[in-house]
Every structure is written in C-alpha cells, then in structure tokens.
C-alpha cells in the first residue's frame, strides 16, 4: 500500500528509486497532464462548492452542515475524484488554473485508486462524469454561469451509464466527424446513428507491450494517437501541432510506467502449480510472464471468445480508416504506426501484468473481481460496488451482487452506481475458457494472477 509521503514523490518525481508500483522517471508528462489545461474549463471553484446543493436528501442536509474540507471530500467520492496528493481540495483529474477554473485531463478515465490509494496507470473505475456533469448544469443555473463544452454536449450524447465507464469510443467518432485528415474543422450535420456503449479504460502500464492499441487494436501506436481527446472545437490543427511535444512526453511516460506488484500474502506453492495450469490453458493467447517473457498480442475473433460484441460492431472499416489515415495516425517514423489491423475480427487478449490492481474486467468492465472472470457461471446479473473496497480472497472489486436492479425509480446518481449487465453493450458473457479447469485449477491460476 502507498504511504501519502510515497505518492507526493511519485507524483512531483526527483525520487532516484521507484517504490514496487511505483514510476520512476521520466516524470515531465506527467506533470504536463497535472498542470497544463487543453481543454476548455468545465466549471469553476464556486460551481464545485456548491455540488452538494442538488444532492439528494439526507446527503444534502449532512453536506449542509459539514465544514467544507468535509464536503469537498464527499463531493469527491461522489463523483469518482482522486484527490490531489498535495492539495486534497483539488483532484487529480482535473488542472485548476490561476482563476479556480476546474479542466478535464486525461487521468480523468486513467488515474483510479486501489483500496483507497492512488496507483499510476489504473483506470478510474469510480469516474462518475455524468453525474457530475448533470449536477454541475443545475448549480450553473442557479448560478446563472455559461455552459461549457461538455454541459452542451452532454445533452446530445450519453456520457456513461454505469459510474467507471464511460462512451469515450463514441465522443471520439463524434468529434472526429467534425474534422478532415489534417484536423482541419468542417461542419457536418451530426451522425445520429451511433452505437453507444460504456468502456472501462485499459491499465497504461500495458502500453509499453501494446503493439497497437485499443480493444480491438485497430489503431496504430505513437503521441498523436493519444491526442484525439483534445478534438473539441476550440483546439484547430495549429494547436495540435503545438502540442505535439508535451504529447511525446507524455507518451514516454506512459510507457515507462511498471504494472503495481501485489502486496498481499500469497501461497508459493499454489501460485506454482497456478502458473503449470495457466501455460498450458491460458498463455497462447496471454503470454509468459517473468524473465525472458513474451506477450503475442493476439486479436482472438468474436465467435470464439464471446465477450460483448458491441464495440467491436460500433465502428465501421470507414471510421477505423480515417481515423488511421489523419494526422493522427501518422508520425513521421511510421515504423511504430502498424496499420495491419484496420478491420479487426475480436479483441485482442491483453497482457496481464498487474492484472490484481485493474478491475472491473474486460473491456466493458462487466466483471468485477479475477475470482468471477475464472466462474463464468457464476458472474452477477447486476452488482455494485462499494466505493473503495477491495477483496482480497476473490481478488478485484468489493461487490453487493443482486439478481436484478432494486426496485422501484432510483434518482440517476444512485443508478449509475449499479452495473446492469443486461444492458446493451453491457455483457458479462463469454471468455468461457476457465471452465476447462477443475476448481482446484481455478484456485491455484488466481493464486498466480496476483503474482503477475
Ligand atoms: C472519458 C474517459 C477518457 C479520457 C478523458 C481519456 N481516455 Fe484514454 N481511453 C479511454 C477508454 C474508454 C479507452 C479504451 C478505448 C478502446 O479500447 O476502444 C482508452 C484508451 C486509451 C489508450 C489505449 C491503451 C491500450 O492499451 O489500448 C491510451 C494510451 C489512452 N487512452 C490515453 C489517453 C490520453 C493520453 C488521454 C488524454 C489526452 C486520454 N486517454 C483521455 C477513456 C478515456
Ligand atoms: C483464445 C484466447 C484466450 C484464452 C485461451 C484465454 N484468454 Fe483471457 N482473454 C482473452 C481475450 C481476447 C480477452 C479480452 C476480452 C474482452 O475484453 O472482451 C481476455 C481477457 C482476460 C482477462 C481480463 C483482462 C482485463 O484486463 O480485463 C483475464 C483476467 C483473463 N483473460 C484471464 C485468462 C485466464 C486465466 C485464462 C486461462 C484459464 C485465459 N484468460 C484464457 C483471450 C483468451
């Protein structure tokens, strides 16, 4: 577990040794992603503050009488907010400028918490952007405040359903709609045929051993690639090309961070047998791990692993090739820039180093603990998760799992606190291989997976 003391120098750098899970440098893209707003403001200090006034009740009264450090904390457990190690009144997710003015970054879906505590790389699996973004439209009424990007757009495009998840695939085709290969803007009547769908965010210390990226690994690797989150309207081509070198600093960041080593006790001699079970049922598609290990970056086709298919079927061969033919997809040394995958079949298996820290599972997020991923049986209808809970016999996320939704009408920041696995796009099914294993197989392989 991380000390406080350990995240501050994780995150302000100059420590010379990286701490198990820890980064070492270079730290320059990270303190860009901290500090260096790209996006227009969302909201400001005065709009935060006031959160709590659209709460629901008794939430509402218990804010109305806390002092405001304590209400700031609860506001940033609502939405999913990781406070800033050196400054708990900001949070990580967002660049506050000299004018108190809050800006999404990109640790907004990439920087989460495990057991409570900040860990570089995980995905936000508590992120609640439409719940924040809703609250913050009805204070800036009451406050008589502009709009923003994302308040407008909000309206127009489902955010994400499920806290942890969000549509970032599909905010991607919406913007990108807007723009010609070199990023110049264009007006276009919008599309009103896209396939909405949640994704749970991959862990960033994968993207070292990613040949290409994304679930479907259609995309070719490199700086640019990870710039598309900037397309709003506001950003034209020459800020891009501004940006380019932050955005290759930030590159070399991600791909130096080291997966999170467990910390817990593990039984040796199960792990062992774990790994015999795992080689045998498990590494064709996911790779050997430990010295001399290999991943192969495999894209196994939709019929034979099962998982939800709507993301595979949101984007069409046009979208994947224009996206791969912009400016995006090329770097100068296209070495890296592999565009051999621009009609996936599947998804490709990811690696699974630090597997322990990432959950939920899968790209949509829909399993919440490794123990389920290995009882395809027995994965839940619906589940939800306590807010920092972690379970250490089942390995992932600590759950109330239930048959089907509570009944009656839930206000919507208590729905999306749910996961509905009936849900379009929201499929728990599939990646049956587990059941090849007898239970001791399966016991011995989870034993491994926290070693990895
Ligand atoms: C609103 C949430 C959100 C924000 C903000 C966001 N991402 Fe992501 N990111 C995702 C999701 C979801 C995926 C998975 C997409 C997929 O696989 O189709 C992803 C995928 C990635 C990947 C690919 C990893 C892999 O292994 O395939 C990288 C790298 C990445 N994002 C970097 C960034 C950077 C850099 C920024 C900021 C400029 C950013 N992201 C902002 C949600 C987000
Ligand atoms: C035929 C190839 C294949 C085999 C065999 C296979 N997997 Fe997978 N695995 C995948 C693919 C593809 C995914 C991604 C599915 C998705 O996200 O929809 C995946 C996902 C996973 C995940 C979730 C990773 C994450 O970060 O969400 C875990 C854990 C996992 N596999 C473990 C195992 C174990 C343990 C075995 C052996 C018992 C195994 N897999 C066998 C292809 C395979």
Redesign the pocket.
Known sequence: MLVAGMVAALVFGGVGTAAPGAVATPDGGLEL?LAKA?LPADFDQEVFDELWTVWEEPLKSQAGRAPIEERRRMAMERYGLVPHPADPSRSMQYVRDADGRWI???L???QGQVRGEPIHGVPNST?A?ETLTEEVRLVKINQRKAFSHMDVGSLLLPLGTTNG??N??I?GVALMRHRDPDLSIVQRPPRLDLVHHD??????W??RR?RT?????FAPKGHR??????LVKENGPDRFHEWEDD?RA?EEW?AALEPPRWTGPVNRERADRGAEVFADHCGACHGTYGPGGSYPDRVIPIAEIGTDRV?LDSLTAKERGELNASWFGHFGDDAKGMHDREAPTGYVA?PLDGVWASAPYF?NGSVPTLWHVLHPGERPAVWRRTPTGYDDARVGLEVEERAAMPPGRLVPADRRQFFDTRKPGKSAAGHDFPDALTEDEKTAVLEYLKTL
């Open positions: 992603l790209y999404m970054n990109c907004a879906c990439h992120y952007l998840t969000t970032a695939v905010f994704m749970d965010a991959p862990a960033w994968h993207y990613r990226l994304y679930a479907d690994g690639m990870l710039m598309q989150f900037l955005f930030i991600i993301r990811p790209h």
